[in-house]
């Protein structure tokens, strides 16, 4: 093998390595954000499956629309990272 062939494996096991070590430790995003793209992603294909029409209790509504927010915000902040928007 040539030298120059040596150095093409040797960078492409490194960007392997690299790769695979940010997998196994995370992207360091919390609890709230994996939920959010946890939720995100069963919505997607089946969106009748979120929506909820039947009568709230008391303060629920509020809190049903905060939530909402809160996952619209950590929607768009991933969507930023992913995009560098």
């Known amino acids: 093998m040539s030298m120059q062939t040596l150095s093409r494996c040797g ?11 940010c997998s196994f430790f995370g ?3 919390s609890d709230r954000e994996r939920t959010a793209a ?8 089946n969106r009748s499956r979120c929506l909820y029409e039947g009568s709230y209790e008391p303060g ?3 809190y049903a629309e905060e939530e909402a927010k809160r996952l619209n915000r950590a929607e768009s902040a991933r969507l930023r990272r992913v995009f560098g928007n």
């Open 27 to 29: 992207s360091g995003d």
């Open 60 to 62: 629920e509504r509020d």
């Open 38 to 45: 946890r939720v995100s992603d069963e919505c997607r294909g």
């Open 11 to 21: 960078v492409a096991l490194f960007l392997a390595a690299l790769v695979s070590g």
